[in-house]
């Protein structure tokens, strides 16, 4: 479990990080918080993001760059194998991530 979360970890990040330099240097941010209580965890990542973000009918967003949706593959991959259940949501000039899952 440990492994595929790294790996998710690192597509997630790596995505706020892309999106991240698009924005003025003075308004970048990237916030990462996850939680652990019990059997339940709980991820957070958000990152400043002034651009219109266009989600598919799962709610995940999209990308018509090539070579680009390798985060969404892995996150799709994740929620399936561990149950997981991911929201992405866009207001107040942040794209924030959310993921809730069992372990």
Known sequence: EEHDFSILLSNLLENAIHASEHEPEDSRAISIRVRHR?????????????????FDEDGLPVTRRRGHGLGMAS?????????????????????????????
Do not use: H, P
């Open 75 to 103: 996150l799709s991959a994740f929620m399936e194998k561990y149950g997981a259940y991911a929201d992405f949501t866009q207001e107040d000039g942040w794209l924030r991530f959310t993921m809730y899952w069992e372990v």
């Open 38 to 54: 019990g059997i339940a965890c709980v991820m957070e990542i958000a990152n400043r993001s002034g651009a219109r973000i266009s």
